[in-house]
């Protein structure tokens, strides 16, 4: 009896010591924890959703034609008064009848003609050969000279003299340098229109007068009177005493003109200089003058004398080498 007491006690304590491990083990590995020591987190930056912005087309777009193919059969219409089936096709019991339609007699009313049409002669075709169309070249704009532009910005029909000085001071000039300021007084004249009179005077020891009165603008006068400036020269007697430009200008002024061209040296024969005081006086009566010199510098006395003239007559004083 003792000895089995003794096993049982052995085998009781060992029951209870692996239910005590077992009960030890699983009460602290299912408990929860009242108390927290420490707690693991990261922190993340959340990126803000980023708005696609939608640029509507600036043009309206083309939009092309789409196809789709179904698997649905097709819709098949039938003569029937019967609804629709579920598949979306029409049924119908019996098919109507359809009745053939009337006979046409296609030869009623039409006259039987020849079988076949003779042609005696063939046609001609005529071709026509379409020409380019040319256009017509546009003649280049003819240059004006100061001269040109001074008379056309005028108004109306103008009076005007061409006064050209050939006195003794004036045979040291170039004859290149007369030659170039007569061939400006001969375009001006072509640029004349028909309202316009003109007339020539040249000076030395005598007044030439081209014509007793102005001379009216036309084709046959213009190149009349561009032959006589050609050659000037040939109209003037040189021995004497020489007429004043001043004086000159003051026998003109009984023509009334509207412009008066002259071409001097500026300097005044029948006085020992150039009097300033006195280019009022002898320009009255020649409406606006247009001066023109040549082979002189601007302060020249000449040049001076003739720049006054211009101005005293709302005119224009023109160096035509400069």
């Not at 598949?87 to 046409?104: D, I, L, N, Q, Y």
């Not at 049409?117 to 240059?143: D, L, M, N, S």
């Not at 023509?255 to 040296?265: C, G, M, R």
Request: net charge neutral; hydrophobic share 40%; proline share 6%.
């Amino acid at each position: 009896m003792k000895y089995k007491s003794s096993k049982f006690l052995l085998i009781s304590v060992a029951i209870h010591l692996i239910i005590g491990i077992i009960g030890f083990y699983f009460w602290f590995g299912v408990a929860p924890s009242n108390h927290i020591d420490s707690m693991d987190a990261i922190f993340t930056a959340v990126e803000e959703q980023k708005t696609k912005r939608i640029i509507p087309p600036k043009r309206t777009q083309i939009r092309r034609e789409t196809t789709q193919n179904t698997s649905q059969p097709n819709l098949k219409i039938l003569t029937s008064n019967q609804p629709t089936s579920h598949r979306g096709v029409v049924s119908a019991a019996e098919p109507t009848p359809f009745e053939p339609f009337e006979k046409v007699n296609l030869n009623e009313g039409i006259v039987t003609g020849p079988a076949s049409i003779e042609i005696t002669e063939a046609p001609r075709i005529q071709r026509v050969v379409e020409q380019p169309i040319k256009k017509e070249k546009k003649a280049p704009e003819r240059k004006k000279s100061r001269l040109v532009k001074f008379i056309e910005a005028q108004e109306g029909p103008q009076r005007i003299v061409y006064c050209i000085d050939l006195s003794n001071s004036m045979q040291n000039l170039p004859e290149r340098k007369l030659k170039k300021v007569v061939d400006i007084i001969r375009d001006s004249l072509t640029f004349l229109e028909t309202h316009d009179t003109f007339n020539i005077v040249a000076y030395s020891t005598e007044l030439v007068y081209y014509q007793n009165e102005f001379v009216g603008v036309s084709d046959s006068a213009v190149d009349a009177s561009s032959a006589y400036l050609a050659n000037i020269k040939t109209q003037i007697h040189k021995k004497g005493t020489d007429h004043d430009m001043l004086t000159t200008l003051t026998d003109i002024s009984k023509s009334s003109p509207t412009i008066v061209v002259l071409f001097s040296d500026g300097i005044p024969t029948s006085i020992s200089g150039p009097d300033l005081s006195l280019v009022g006086d002898h320009a009255k009566g020649n409406g606006r003058i247009f001066a023109m010199g040549i082979g002189m510098a601007p302060d020249f006395p000449g040049a001076v004398m003739l720049r006054q003239l211009a101005t005293v007559s709302n005119g224009d004083f023109w160096l035509v080498d400069r």
